[in-house]
């Protein structure tokens, strides 16, 4: 064994594995006993060297090793001009790889198509090749992309090919009137953003008409990001577009969709645009190798809710391989699933370092930063003078940000796409590099890492959204009939729902029937409300002896994280809120660090509106249908921020919020409620512990956020007349993600009963049936109550 790799290496579970990373999934060939062919891999691995020699607290549960890939190259087109491929050779491309070849003879032979393959596999030249081929032939393009900051990256890309001709141009929310005239008369390819084409392209199109008239390729590039409520929007803001080109004569342009990977691309591709599309999967680009650890942090000295044992957060165990990174000069990018987490992140690490330089080497990114503050990080990252970022999710991170020597993953990211997409920012050719996912102390994330086996093969999951939804669809038939009338034939673009929703439009008066077309009759309104949130303006928040703008919060986040007395974080700096004002939207703030974090504490409460699906297992019902949820913050709680103990409670005077959404509900009628209670079982307890449990299993069948779905238990439930645990959809209409919960009822909860089931501790801990966002401090929690609980109901699940 090599000097500098520590005993505890023995203690790895190590899996070789001889296929590339997935989308191929690795298939596990048996586990290693050669301990020095693994070693010598860890040796070459710097990364992880630094973090087992520096970071001894805690262990890897496990480490995989996934070897590097060859690429395969392909030949270049015989349709692309010479032009282009001069200029790309003179960038270093000498050849495309095999997929982006496959995908460009896709859309040059006119069939819509999506690339689904690793981040960092060179997805844009698969559809610039024939995007920029038709513009230099005097066509059109349009490129879409979930941020800004993203189409921003990409217009500096396309431009630095310095090809004669090609007139490009960004038309997003921070571009000058004379840019946007500039860009409306002449440009030929051209970036936006949904919001944009929702809220100034589409309304305007006759202003547009030469570029629609034109338009051949529109090419959706990061288009795993448009899911659950925000996807359905932007699913109807492309069916729009459909219907706006083919007025203006367009000859129904070819969709070009790009991804990082996810299961069922074409299903997601006919989602959102609502046309059918080829999918290109298999990646021919290189990469080097990867090591990929699971690590669980230590128990930590405080102990939790109900005197529970807990561990250290995975937020300060990132924090500490970050420092470690950092000093070692290894860059490395932390992705922390909140924003505060992020800030909390670069703030500890910066802690640690302190000493080593004046100059801060760590940094946090996240979305609600001004414009200017998120270039300015970029290029500090990319020219190496900053090492360590911390930063949100994926999306919200400049695309060329890639080739990272390690990447740090606090929490399991939601998704199995997003843990490939985040780990993809690591490695490049010829280097191995190494990616951590440091557990949380929830359920999921312990099940996960234990289960290394699932978390590392398992498929990647499709998007879910659902464009039926008819909150989201009235808008958009309003949006549309405002634009163009509405034609019969123009509902079946919008979906089968789409005729119950017009007849409700009209009824109500938003919408007018005539001979021929249902028309508009807001057509002088106010611009259509946005694509992401409720549709209402941000909460500003702002500093109040200053005036400056710190930052912004969207309006359902604000009631839990700047209400008055919240402690905010942004980049480093903490805030105590003094006032939060919903009418004026603005929270005021003053600058300093109290010394500990808050948490809302909020109740909920149910009732069913209707009944779309059940079944019946023995005694037991599950249900899927429509319910309304009002939900108030009534409160919040001070806690230590390194160990999570609860410092005190302050109460809140909130509005309370309603929302019309879809829930699944496991329900026990009276006799087997009895048969528990009499086993001596705490049936609120039991409940509220299943209810826990299943809210944090949940994103592993439903493709959802922890956070898109909220959860209510009785032990009587006043809407059911029996013990009842509801799941919902926090998303005004429904996201879809409850009715996949009762599609995979019986796995799902099997896998809730594995979880709780297989925690050693003994009467329930945050790896199991406590949680961090519990609205009454985790109380009532019966453990045992919820196996007994499960094995009642999953005892009839196969019959
Ligand atoms: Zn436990
Ligand atoms: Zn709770």
Not at 184 to 211: E, K, Q, V
Request: charged letters at 20%; proline letters at 6%; hydrophobic letters at 45%.
């Amino acid at each position: 064994m090599p000097p500098g790799i520590p005993q505890r290496m023995s203690h790895f579970n190590p899996v070789a594995t001889i296929t590339p990373v997935p989308p191929v999934l690795p298939r596990p060939s048996g586990v290693v006993d050669d301990d020095h062919a693994m070693a010598s891999a860890l040796a070459d691995n710097r990364a992880l060297v630094i973090m087992l020699e520096t970071v001894r607290a805690g262990r890897p549960v496990h480490v995989e090793y996934i070897p590097a890939r060859p690429g395969h190259a392909g030949d270049w087109p015989e349709w692309v001009p010479r032009a282009l491929v001069d200029a790309w050779a003179a960038r270093g491309i000498r050849a495309p790889w095999s997929h982006q070849v496959i995908a460009a003879d896709h859309a040059q032979a006119g069939r819509n198509v999506i690339l689904s393959t690793a981040a960092a596999s060179g997805k844009s030249l698969g559809y610039l090749m024939p995007a920029l081929t038709s513009v230099l032939a005097g066509d059109t393009a349009l490129y879409i992309a979930p941020t800004k900051a993203l189409a921003a990256d990409q217009l500096a890309s396309v431009r630095s090919l310095g090809l004669p001709g090609l007139q490009a141009a960004c038309f997003d929310g921070d571009s000058s009137r004379t840019e946007r005239d500039w860009a409306r008369s002449h440009a030929r390819y051209l970036l936006t953003t949904p919001d944009m084409l929702h809220c100034a392209l589409l309304p305007g199109h006759n202003r547009w008409s030469g570029f629609f008239s034109r338009l051949r390729y529109v090419i959706i590039d990061e288009c795993h990001g448009y899911r659950g409520v925000f996807g359905s929007h932007v699913g109807h803001v492309l069916r729009r577009l459909r219907r706006v080109v083919a007025h203006h004569g367009g000859a129904g342009p070819v969709f070009l969709l790009a991804s990082a990977t996810i299961g069922s691309p074409a299903a997601c591709a006919r989602l959102l645009t609502g046309l059918d599309a080829e999918e290109v999967t298999q990646d021919g680009s290189p990469r080097g190798p990867l090591a990929f650890a699971l690590w669980e942090p230590p128990l930590a000295e405080a102990r939790g809710d109900a005197g529970s044992r807990v561990r250290r957060t995975a937020t300060a165990h990132t924090a500490d391989l970050l420092a470690a990174l950092v000093r070692e000069n290894v860059q490395t990018l932390a992705f922390i699933r909140s924003r505060r987490g992020a800030e909390a992140v670069a703030m500890a690490a910066r802690r640690v370092l302190e000493s080593a330089s004046a100059e801060p080497l760590v940094a946090a990114y996240r979305s609600g930063y001004l414009p200017e503050d998120r270039r300015r990080l970029e290029a500090a990252l990319c020219e190496g003078s900053l090492v360590g970022l911390a930063t949100t999710t994926a999306l919200e991170l400049g695309v060329n940000i890639t080739g990272l020597d390690a990447v740090l993953i606090a929490g399991w990211p939601g998704t199995f796409a997003s843990l490939w997409q985040q780990a993809g920012r690591a490695g490049r050719s010829g280097r191995s590099a190494a990616a951590v996912l440091i557990a949380r102390d929830d359920p999921l994330d312990t099940y996960l890492v234990r289960h290394p086996e699932i978390l590392l093969r398992h498929p990647v999951e499709a998007t879910v959204l659902d464009p039926a939804n008819p909150y989201v669809l009235a808008p958009h038939l309003c949006a549309a009939a405002g634009e163009l009338p509405l034609t019969e034939r123009d509902l079946e673009t919008f979906g089968p729902a789409a005729h119950a929703v017009v007849a409700e439009l009209t009824r109500s008066g938003r919408l007018r029937r005539r001979a021929d077309a249902w028309y508009s009759m807001r057509r002088f309104s106010t611009a259509p409300g946005g694509l992401r949130g409720a549709g209402l303006a941000p909460v500003l928040v702002v500093e109040e002896a200053t005036g400056r703008l710190v930052g912004t919060v969207d309006e359902p986040s604000a009631h839990l994280l700047v209400h008055d007395g919240a402690v905010y974080v942004h980049q480093g700096e903490g805030y105590l809120v003094r006032r939060l004002d919903l009418d004026d939207r603005v929270a005021l703030v003053e600058p300093g660090d109290p010394g500990y974090s808050t948490t809302a504490r909020d109740t909920t409460e149910v009732e069913i509106r209707a009944t779309r699906e059940q079944m019946t297992w023995g005694e037991a019902e599950i249900r899927f249908g429509d319910v309304q949820v009002t939900r108030q913050v009534t409160g919040y709680t001070k806690r230590r921020p390194d160990t999570g103990a609860v410092l005190g409670e302050e109460p809140l005077d909130l509005p309370p919020r309603q929302l019309l959404t879809r829930a699944v509900w496991v329900t026990v009628p009276a006799a087997q409620r009895e048969m528990l209670a009499a086993a001596g079982i705490d049936l609120a307890g039991a409940a509220h512990a299943l209810e826990h449990a299943c809210l944090g299993l949940l994103p592993l069948f439903a493709t959802c956020d922890r956070w898109d779905v909220g959860g209510v238990s009785a032990d009587l439930h006043p809407a059911t007349g029996r013990l009842s645990v509801f799941v919902y959809d926090g998303h005004q209409g429904g996201a879809g993600f409850a009715e996949r919960g009762f599609l995979a009822a019986a796995g799902w909860l099997e896998a809730t009963r594995q979880a709780i089931a297989g925690c050693d501790c003994e009467t329930g801990c945050p790896s199991c049936v406590q949680s961090a966002g519990c609205g009454t401090a985790n109380h009532p929690l019966s453990k045992r109550g919820a196996v007994a609980l499960l094995d009642l109901i999953l005892g009839n699940s196969q019959g």
